[in-house]
């Protein structure tokens, strides 16, 4: 059975940092891709930020570009968040979930077939 299980979440004031992690027990790790998506109360899930399979090739939402970096270690089996500068907007329900191998960088929440349940982000003012 397929586990996606989410950590790092919590409470971090504006500008603060704060890394997420993302622990998989989808077998062969290395061959699934892995995105991060995030929910904020009564908004849509959107997509964050993607690390492919393979030669982890990344992609990220233009809104945390340049602040938010993905990054995978196939050993640990695990892929993280690392998450900067955090601003109000940036709170919500942070999901990591995995689809297997693929040929893009996929951001739609229906091009992935395993989910986490969630870690939750405060930005505080």
């Known amino acids: 059975q397929v586990q996606l299980v989410e950590s790092g979440g919590g409470l971090v004031q504006a500008g603060g940092s704060l890394r997420l992690s993302c622990a998989a027990s989808?077998?062969?790790?290395?061959?699934?891709?892995i995105g991060w998506f995030r929910q904020a109360p009564g908004k849509d899930r959107e997509f964050v930020a993607v690390?492919?399979?393979?030669?982890?090739?990344?992609f990220y939402a233009d809104h945390v570009k340049g602040r938010f970096i993905i990054s995978r270690d196939n050993d640990k089996r695990e892929v993280y968040l690392q998450m900067n500068n955090l601003k109000p907007d940036d709170a919500a329900v942070y999901y990591c979930?995995?689809?297997?191998?693929?040929?893009?960088?996929?951001?739609?929440?229906?091009?992935?077939?395993?989910w986490g349940k969630g870690t939750l982000v405060t930005v505080s003012t």
């Open positions: 979930a995995a689809r297997h191998a693929g040929s893009e960088f996929y951001t739609s929440t229906r091009d992935y077939n395993f």
């Open positions: 690390i492919t399979w393979g030669r982890s090739g990344t």
């Open positions: 989808v077998d062969p790790f290395s061959r699934y891709t």
